[in-house]
């Protein structure tokens, strides 16, 4: 069976149509779900799947404790480094839920430096990200750091500084062998 990452933004709450319908695809499949605890888009998501009696879903958590887990699904409790609950503590989990899936499917307000991160973590172990883009109600598969490049020149140029800011991502595109141009 396959094995899918879902992710997405903390702001984003409300599932649209075109994403509940890929959704329905997933579970139609019999796919795994990978999904984090967060408010927002996992706890969206994990609602949606619970309405629908899905049951092939394995929650990942940070510690012992899963801030969500509304079917009470079969938890992955991963070991924090730190207590300090900040980016880099919740993304342990995420670090995890790339390694354990086939692909990715994240749900992008374009904002949120989290989903991004997972979809660079992701490409990194050549696992397609499938994401829908927020602004245009778009679906994008996601490939190579090229494909990225392309999906982050229909970001705001504010958010851009900040991802570089906040991830770093001209050396990411560095160690992919290509440049980003913020320009």
């Not at 992710?7 to 579970?27: C, P």
């Not at 888009?41 to 801030?67: I, M, T």
Request: proline share 1%; with cysteine.
């Amino acid at each position: 069976m396959t094995k899918i990452f879902i992710g997405g933004s903390r702001k984003l709450s409300k599932l649209n149509a075109d994403i509940r319908g890929r959704l329905d695809s997933i579970m139609q499949n019999g796919d795994i779900i990978l999904i984090g605890d967060a408010n927002g888009a996992d706890k969206s998501v994990q609602k949606y799947l619970f309405d629908k009696n899905y049951r092939s879903v394995c929650v990942f958590c940070v510690g012992h404790y899963c801030r969500n887990n509304v079917g009470i699904w079969e938890i992955k409790s991963v070991k924090a480094s730190s207590s300090v609950r900040d980016f880099h503590y919740y993304s342990i989990k995420d670090l995890w839920m790339v390694k354990e899936s086939d692909f990715g499917f994240m749900i992008w307000d374009t904002k949120s430096k989290g989903t991004l991160n997972n979809m660079i973590n992701l490409l990194k172990e050549s696992k397609p990200v499938v994401v829908y883009f927020f602004s245009d109600k778009n679906f994008y598969t996601l490939h190579t750091f090229n494909d990225l490049k392309k999906l982050l020149l229909k970001c705001d140029k504010r958010y851009l500084e900040t991802f570089e800011e906040k991830l770093k991502l001209s050396n990411v595109f560095k160690k992919q062998q290509g440049e980003f141009d913020f320009a």
